[in-house]
């Protein structure tokens, strides 16, 4: 069965900083993956995904991940965070692209100081 | 716009009483899916359906039930045998070779 891993449960950055949040799966094929932020008490809004091509991957709001096969991971980062990017963060994955289970980590909250 | 629609927002059960959340979306979408949040715990999947008046349990179906006898109606119901049911509820739906669409939720906690 396929897995998450968010290590990070918690992480704060000054605003303007750069932000790299960390992402591991397990699964022996290529996995669909994504990335999805929660605002407090909101489902969640998608920010990308890697289905695949390019491993290089670009969201919506200044977001973008890498898939690194040979890491199992995919991380997500961007040059300079503002003070709306506090949420939490989930990475998730799926065996494919059709309707299977879809994995979710357990979520990074960020903090976003001044 | 086309989105998911979770209601109510917010609901309390008292012992011994079932409730029922409501998930209707009009995306088109034919799966649709249940989950669970708790702090520190991420999404946990209750149940799944991929097409009308089939569905599966997910990783944590016992104490729930849910129906789909139409495409863009997946009510979920929190029967008297979930012992601990409060948590944050999330409906999501998608099409084939597409990500999850989430609703806003429903936080269910007890009286």
């Known amino acids: 069965a396929q897995s998450v891993t968010q290590p990070d449960i918690h992480i704060t950055v000054s605003e303007g900083a750069s932000l790299e949040l960390r992402c591991n799966y397990s699964y022996g094929a290529t996995p669909y993956l994504f990335w999805y932020v929660q605002s407090p008490g909101q489902g969640l809004q998608l920010l990308l995904k890697?289905?695949?091509?390019?491993?290089l991957v670009q969201g919506i709001k200044g977001f973008e991940a890498e898939f690194k096969r040979s890491q199992s991971s995919f991380n997500l980062r961007k040059p300079s965070v503002h003070w709306s990017d506090a949420a939490e963060y989930f990475c998730a994955v799926a065996l494919s692209g059709g309707y299977q289970k879809v994995t979710f980590g357990t979520g990074t909250k960020l903090q976003v100081i001044p | 716009d086309g989105g998911i629609t979770q209601s109510p927002k917010y609901l309390f059960r008292k012992e011994g009483q079932n409730v029922t959340l409501s998930c209707e979306q009009n995306l088109n979408h034919d799966a649709m899916y249940w989950y669970r949040q708790d702090p520190g715990q991420g999404l946990r999947l209750i149940y799944y359906s991929q097409i009308v008046n089939d569905f599966q349990k997910g990783d944590i179906a016992e104490g729930y039930s849910v129906s789909r006898e139409k495409k863009e109606s997946f009510p979920l119901t929190v029967t008297s045998a979930q012992k601990n049911p409060t948590a944050f509820y999330l409906c999501?739906?998608?099409?084939?070779?597409?990500?999850?669409?989430f609703g806003d939720g429903t936080r269910l906690s007890i009286l």
């Open positions: 999501a739906s998608k099409d084939s070779n597409q990500p999850q669409h």
């Open positions: 890697y289905f695949s091509g390019d491993t």
